[in-house]
T-cell receptor, first 115, second 109 residues
Framework: DTGVSQDPRHKITKRGQNVTFRCDPI?????LYWYRQTLGQGPEFLTY????????KSRLLSDRFSAERPKGSFSTLEIQRTEQGDSAMYLC?????????????FGEGSWLTVV | AQRVTQPEKLLSVFKGAPVELKCNYS??????LFWYVQYSRQRLQLLLR??SRESIKGFTADLNKGETSFHLKKPFAQEEDSAMYYC???????????FGKGTTLSVSS
């Protein structure tokens, strides 16, 4: 499968611990996105990279969240001092540069449960 | 404000019946709208986008700027159409998608 891959697929952590998710986008996709999805809701935008530059961050991305894409390829999303409200599916997506014909492709997501 | 509203959480129809999944949006200017679908245990994937004016798997969607709607339609539902459907709007900056809450379509025989 050459689609967007995410790891781990599931993570259970205790409140207060740090967690990190990894995303490998489709090769040659220079745009990378992180979304969060909670039960009964659609995906909500968190942040967006073009190559290694983080160009946009949502207000949902609190100070405890940090995302990086150091070499413009894979990306990590770290959540520090997790809270129960962080329990959600974290989706990564990628696309080619902007333009009306460029599709955003999603990964299968990383489920986070904070207990 | 940029917003997408999908008023129905669940739509249940019988096989062969017509389907219409509703989507309304709020946006200043010319919107770019999409329908994404998520089949059971699969990733979210693009179904269609309004600029392509295409029909995918028998589904079509027409942008109605007067009613600010982008409803998804199919004349004859199939059981394999059962899935979660999300309407999405590209934000003003063109950098992200704004999703509705989704509608579960259940097609039974």
């Amino acid at each position: 499968d050459t689609g967007v891959s995410q790891d781990p697929r599931h993570k259970i952590t205790k409140r207060g611990q740090n967690v990190t998710f990894r995303c490998d986008p489709i090769s040659e996709h220079n745009r990378l996105y992180w979304y969060r999805q909670t039960l009964g809701q659609g995906p909500e935008f968190l942040t967006y990279f073009q190559n290694e530059a983080q160009l946009e961050k949502s207000r949902l991305l609190s100070d405890r969240f940090s995302a990086e894409r150091p070499k413009g390829s894979f990306s990590t999303l770290e959540i520090q001092r997790t809270e129960q409200g962080d329990s959600a599916m974290y989706l990564c997506a990628s696309s080619l540069p902007g333009g009306q014909r460029n599709t955003i492709y999603f990964g299968e997501g990383s489920w986070l449960t904070v207990v | 404000a940029q917003r997408v509203t999908q008023p129905e959480k669940l739509l249940s129809v019988f096989k062969g019946a017509p389907v219409e999944l509703k989507c309304n949006y709020s946006y200043s200017g010319s919107p770019e709208l999409f329908w994404y679908v998520q089949y059971s245990r699969q990733r979210l994937q693009l179904l269609l986008r309004h600029i392509s004016r295409e029909s995918i798997k028998g589904f079509t969607a027409d942008l109605n700027k007067g009613e600010t709607s982008f409803h998804l339609k199919k004349p004859f539902a199939q059981e394999e159409d059962s899935a979660m459907y999300y309407c999405a709007l590209k934000n003003q900056a063109g950098t992200a998608l704004i999703f509705g809450k989704g509608t579960t379509l259940s097609v039974s025989s």
